[in-house]
T-cell receptor, first 113, second 114 residues
């Protein structure tokens, strides 16, 4: 069965430090890959997506993610986090053209001053 | 940019009553909308796919008669939780597919059944 794993339930990072959020998926073919952010009191916002092509994807707010087929991973990175990045981050995988998504459990990012 | 609006954002209802949640695409037409449910400390779970003018496709384990989905127009899909019970209390999110198959999410609706 298809699945998405975000191994870290929460991560604490100092402001200005680098960030990497992990996402692994289980799927036979190449999926469509997404990272969403859910800030407190707000809806989900798409950070970036990978459909095909360059495996290093640039997104909004200074985020990027790299698709590694051999590792079935799509980790999210940011060189220097800001306090406003504190939120919950969800990795999602789409399997077909209908874009139904399978979601990871989310990783809560906590920023230390 | 494209906006998806959900209403209400918060709703409290009595056990046994029904409650309707609306999902509107404000500046684009969406032939396909999705309804998700988010359990505490768990990921979003797809409940159903709603296609304009046809019956919704429900995911396994989702009760069709309890979670009624109607997608009567290209800009509106509704989710009605019928005979709500406390275990139905959750965060419900809709998304709509816009041009280029880009998916836009609503802000979500918190349902509390008392």
């Amino acid at each position: 069965a298809q699945s998405v794993t975000q191994p870290d339930i929460h991560i604490t990072v100092s402001e200005g430090a680098s960030l990497e959020l992990r996402c692994n998926y289980s799927y036979g073919a190449t999926p469509y890959l997404f990272w969403y952010v859910q800030s407190p009191g707000q809806g989900l916002q798409l950070l970036l997506k990978y459909f095909s092509g360059d495996t290093l994807v640039q997104g909004i707010k200074g985020f990027e993610a790299e698709f590694k087929r051999s590792q079935s991973s799509f980790n999210l990175r940011k060189p220097s986090v800001h306090w406003s990045d504190a939120a919950e981050y969800f990795c999602a995988v789409g399997m077909d053209s209908n874009y139904q998504l399978i979601w990871g459990a989310g990783t809560k990012l906590i920023i230390k001053p | 940019g494209a906006v998806v609006s959900q209403h209400p954002s918060w709703v409290i209802c009595k056990s046994g009553t029904s409650v309707k949640i609306e999902c509107r695409s404000l500046d684009f037409q969406a032939t396909t909308m999705f309804w998700y449910r988010q359990f505490p400390k768990q990921s979003l779970m797809l409940m159903a796919t709603s296609n304009e003018g046809s019956k919704a496709t429900y995911e396994q384990g989702v009760e069709k008669d309890k979670f009624l989905i109607n997608h009567a127009s290209l800009t509106l899909s509704t989710l009605t939780v019928t005979s709500a019970h406390p275990e139905d209390s959750s965060f419900y999110i809709c998304s709509a597919m816009g041009s280029g198959n880009t998916i836009y999410f609503g802000e979500g609706s918190w349902l509390t059944v008392v």
